[in-house]
C-alpha cells in the first residue's frame, strides 16, 4: 500500500505499555526482559522489573543458579574478541606483562572487563587520582600474569562490586568463590615469601582487605600488609607499588586487632559532637548547590543521614564497633567517586561533594582512632589533596563562572580537614620514631601463614571470606621479625551488631549483613544503588538493601 506521497507505506509500530519504569521515564522502547530489560542492563541501572514477582519465577530465561554480571551485547562481543585473539581490549592501561588470557573463562573475562573499563575510563579522563583504587588497578592486572591468586583477588572484588549493583546473591558468591581461592594462593605466597613474589603478596592483600566484611578479617589483612611492606623496604623502589610503599611508610604503626575499647570522657563526646556539627554544617552549606545534581544530591543526603545517625547513636569504643560504624562510608569510598566521576567527568560541583565524603573520613579519624586512619582515612587522602590541587588550579587559571565560585568558596571544611589529618599524622609519626627502638610488629610476617585444611569444614568457608590465619614458620624471615606470636583468626561473620542504642544488623553468609541506618527508614530503607554507565549519565536506582 502505497503511502501518501505516493512512496511506501511507513512500518506500523507497536507502542509498549509495559515497559519498565526507567525505559518510560528516558522515552526509550523498553524490551520487557524479565528480570531485567535490556536497556536497564546496558546502562547498568537497578530495572524495576526485578521488583516484579515473575522475576523470580521457574520460567524466568534468567537461570536462578547463574550470577547476573550485567551482559549487554556490546560486552558479549568485546568478550568473543578477546577470546580469539587474546588481545585486551584495553590497551590504553599498559597492562605488562600481561595474563594469558585464554586461560580464563568467558565470566573471568567479563570481570576482568568489569573493572579495567571502569579503570580505563577514570585514566582517559584524567580522574583516576581522584578515586581510592584505580590507579593501582593496571599494575594489580600486570601482577596476575604470573600470580593466579591476585587475579582470582581481582575478580573477587569486580563480582563484589556487580553483587552491589544488581542485588545479586549468586553473583556476591561468585566474589565469595574467587575470594577463596584468592586466599589460598595468599596463603602459598606468605609461606615463600621473597622479593620475587612480594608484589603479589601485596597486591592480593590490599585487594581482599577492600573486600572485607567483617572487623577481625581486615584487621588481620591490613595487619599482615603493614608486615609485608616493612619487608619490602630494601628492595621497595624496584616494586610496582614503589609510590604506594613509600606512602604507607608515612603512616603510622598501629594495633588493629583490639576488641576492647577505652571509656570515652564527656570532654571527648563533646569533641566528638563538635566535629560531626562541623561535618554537619558543611554538608547543609553544600546542599543548595546541588539542585540541578540529582545524583550528586541523593549521595550527598545519604551521607547527611549517616552522619546523623552517628550523632544520635552511643560513641564507638572497640576496634569492631568502629568497624561498624564505618563501613558504610568506607564501602562509598570505593564506588561512589567512580560512578559520579563517570557521569559528569569532573565537573567541579562533582569534585567538591567528592571532597566532602574524603573530608568527612578524614574528620571522623579522631572519633574513631583504633581503625580509622587505616579503614578510611589514609585511603581518602590522596585523592582529596588531588582535588584541592585542580581547584586551585581553576581558581587561578578560569574566570569565575558560579560553579567555580561554589566550589572555591565551599573547599575550606576540606582543605581544613586534610591540613589537620596531616599534622596529626606527622605528630604520630614522630611519637613512633621516639619508640621505634622499643617497637616490634604486632603480628609478624611468619605468624601470617594460614592453614586452611582443618578451618574450612568448621567455617563453612564457601560462602564466606573468612579463612583462618594461624601461626606457621616461613622460608623467609625479615630482620627484625619475631617468631612465635598468635594470629588472629577471621571468623566468618554469622552477625553484626548495628549501631549501639538501634537494632542489629542480622545477616547469614550469603544475605548483606547491613541494614539501612535507622535515618533512612524515611525512605523505605532504600539505599541508592550506583552504575557504572560508559557515556551514559549514572542513574540512581532505589534498591531494597545494601551489599556489603
Known sequence: ???????????????????????????????????????????????????????????????????????????????????????????????????????????????????????????????????????????????????????????????????????????????????????????????????????????????????????????????????????????????????????????????????????????????????????????????????????????????????????????????QEQFQQLYYLRKWLFWVPISLLAARRGDVIVLLVLAHFYATALALEPMFSTIGAAFCANLSLPPLEEIIRIVSTLQSTQSYSQPTQAAVLMMDFPRDQASSYQARRDWQLQQDEQLESAHQTPYALDTLNLEFESQIAQCNYGASLSPAFAPSPLSYVPPGIVSGQTSPYLEVPRSMDGFRGGSPYVSSPLESPAVAPMAYAAQDEHVYSFSMPMGYPSGFVATPAVWT
Open 1 to 319: 500500500m502505497a503511502g501518501p506521497g505516493g512512496g511506501p507505506s511507513r512500518r506500523s509500530h507497536t507502542k509498549s505499555r509495559k515497559g519498565c519504569k526507567t525505559c518510560k521515564k528516558r522515552h526509550i522502547r523498553c524490551d520487557e526482559t524479565f528480570p531485567q530489560c535490556r536497556n536497564c542492563t546496558k546502562h547498568q541501572v537497578r530495572c524495576d522489573y526485578m521488583d516484579s514477582p515473575s522475576a523470580n519465577a521457574p520460567e524466568s530465561p534468567k537461570s536462578p543458579q547463574q550470577p547476573n554480571l550485567l551482559w549487554t551485547a556490546e560486552i558479549e562481543t568485546t568478550i568473543s574478541i578477546w577470546q580469539q585473539t587474546d588481545e585486551f581490549p584495553f590497551p590504553e592501561l599498559r597492562v605488562y606483562p600481561q595474563p594469558l588470557w585464554r586461560a580464563y573463562s568467558k565470566s573471568e573475562l567479563r570481570l576482568v572487563h568489569h573493572l579495567s573499563s571502569i579503570t580505563n575510563e577514570m585514566f582517559r579522563n584524567q580522574t583516576s587520582r581522584l578515586t581510592t583504587w584505580t590507579d593501582l588497578m593496571p599494575k594489580f592486572l600486570s601482577v596476575a600474569a604470573s600470580h593466579p591468586f591476585v587475579m582470582h583477588s581481582i575478580l573477587a572484588f569486580s563480582a563484589s562490586h556487580l553483587a552491589w549493583i544488581s542485588q545479586s546473591s549468586d553473583t556476591r558468591s561468585l566474589a565469595f568463590h574467587h575470594a577463596s581461592i584468592a586466599l589460598r594462593g595468599l596463603h602459598e605466597g606468605i609461606a615463600n615469601f621473597s622479593k620475587a613474589n612480594s608484589d603479589a603478596v601485596l597486591a592480593s592483600s590490599l585487594l581482599l582487605a577492600w573486600q572485607a566484611t567483617e572487623w577481625r578479617g581486615w584487621a588481620s589483612l591490613v595487619t599482615g600488609t603493614k608486615t609485608v611492606i616493612s619487608a619490602m623496604q630494601p628492595w621497595k623502589h624496584e616494586s610496582l607499588f614503589a609510590d604506594y610503599i613509600s606512602e604507607q611508610g608515612a603512616i603510622p604503626n598501629q594495633d588493629y586487632m583490639n576488641p576492647a575499647g577505652s571509656i570515652v570522657t564527656p570532654d571527648a563526646r563533646r569533641d566528638q559532637l563538635a566535629t560531626i556539627q562541623l561535618i554537619q554544617s558543611s554538608l547543609q552549606r553544600l546542599s543548595p548547590y546541588l539542585t540541578q545534581y540529582e545524583q550528586e544530591g541523593k549521595w550527598v543526603e545519604q551521607l547527611k543521614a549517616h552522619i546523623e545517625k552517628l550523632r544520635i547513636s552511643n560513641p564507638p569504643q572497640g576496634s
